[in-house]
């Protein structure tokens, strides 16, 4: 039993990693894709990692400054310096900006983005109420900016997922809708869920 644990974290390691199984790569297009933003401005991505994601939206709009945060958990591996490397490495230095940050409190005025991201930050974050993170993200939203946030959205951490999606229309905001990324990035629930994101999904919309 636990050889064969062993063999599906390494199996689930290769898939996500990139030059890999590609599927965090895969995923990043996915978000962006669903990301309806003209490109100017200012972009923020909430628990950048090692920096890939905001790494392409760089390089997907060549006008947008792109801020990238992350706690940096010592369990990950992940800090300031490689992200500034790999962007350094992409050629997209000048345009990104990585710091230390808190998703619980973003350390940004109201309405300081055109557009925000994140991908499978949330449910990592322990003890946290997650719908009060997304509207903490939506904070630092400008009016008429647009969010694509993707995470493995289970019900006993998120609540009814489209209840919360109409309670943000009703609060004004425009075109929100709930992707179904199991189905998009990875193909099939059954597929996620052997990769543990069975119930990946991705709030996207604009304020």
């Known amino acids: ?58 390089l997907m709009w060549p006008e947008a400054k792109v801020t990238g945060i992350d706690y940096w958990g010592a369990d990950f591996g992940y800090n300031q310096t490689m992200c500034e490397k790999n962007a350094a490495s992409e050629g997209v230095a000048a345009r990104c900006r990585f710091q230390h940050g808190d998703a619980n409190k973003l350390d940004f005025p109201d309405k300081s983005f055109d557009a925000v991201v994140s991908n499978y930050v949330y449910h990592n974050i322990m003890g946290s109420d997650k719908r009060a993170l997304l509207l903490e993200t939506l904070r630092v939203l400008k009016k008429g900016g647009v969010f694509a946030i993707n995470d493995n959205m289970k019900p006993r951490a998120y609540g009814d997922m489209e209840a919360f999606a109409q ?33 990946s999904r991705m709030l996207a919309g604009r304020k």
């Not at 030059?19 to 990301?35: A, F, K, N, P, Q």
């Not at 003209?38 to 905001?54: I, K, R, Y």
């Open 1 to 58: 039993i636990l050889l064969a644990l062993l063999l599906w974290c390494a199996w689930i390691r290769r898939k996500y990693a990139f030059g890999g199984g590609g599927m965090m790569d895969r995923t990043h297009l996915v978000v962006l894709s669903h990301l309806d933003f003209d490109g100017q401005g200012q972009l923020l991505e909430v628990g950048c990692g090692s920096g890939p994601l905001s790494i392409r939206a760089a």
């Open 167 to 199: 309670e943000l229309r009703d609060m004004g905001y425009a075109d929100v809708r709930l992707i179904d990324t199991a189905q998009e990035a990875f193909g099939s629930r059954r597929r996620a869920a052997m990769m543990m994101l069975g119930d």
